[in-house]
């Protein structure tokens, strides 16, 4: 235990930079001990990633983290975590109100925001497979919409979200991980859905 401590430690003190997953053996650990014995995980969201699918916790100009949203069933309740530079994870500054603000697409923010309240009594069931961040925006990085979108729009940012599948769409009977990504500029989103099924890739606010 104490040698992987201290190797995530070496690991952000290298360049302050980390993926959807790295982290969230740390972030589970502790709302386990701290907030409910059953809690599991309920959501990745990631703020202000890079193209190479990571967040950069040394960056002070602007909020760029993973808020992991975990769940627990006896207390039917969401608690969020943020991973800090060379240390364990603490409750997060960020919430899903937060969260939406991003979100410029209306259709897509309404989709989310129901997918938001049914946090707290769903979960991504551990056993799970899903992509880490890199590889989702190497998937999503060479279509041709987000490359016209990019360039429309030169001061585009990267928010992803990694949701229990069953809560993006009801007839969903395994307890799949999606992602969600949305590319936003200070007025105008592209939100691109990851069917983590059949691997289609679709707009939110089609649906």
Known sequence: IISCNVE????????????????????????????????????IYGSQISDQGEANLLDTKNFS???????????????????VYAAGPIKSPVNFETMLAFVKDSSAKSILSSVFQTLATVNIDPSTPYSDSPDVLAKLLPRTDVKTFRVNNPATKTDMFLLPAKSLDSTRVTNSADWVVNFYSDSTSLVLWVNSVTGDVVKLSGL
């Open 8 to 43: 995530d430690i070496v690991s952000d003190l290298a360049n302050g930079r980390i993926t959807a997953k790295e982290k969230l053996g740390e972030v589970m650990n502790l709302a386990k001990n701290q907030f409910a014995a059953d809690a599991k995980l309920a959501a």
């Open 65 to 83: 983290n993973f808020v992991y949203v975990v769940q627990s069933d006896s207390l039917q309740a969401n608690e969020l975590y943020v991973p």
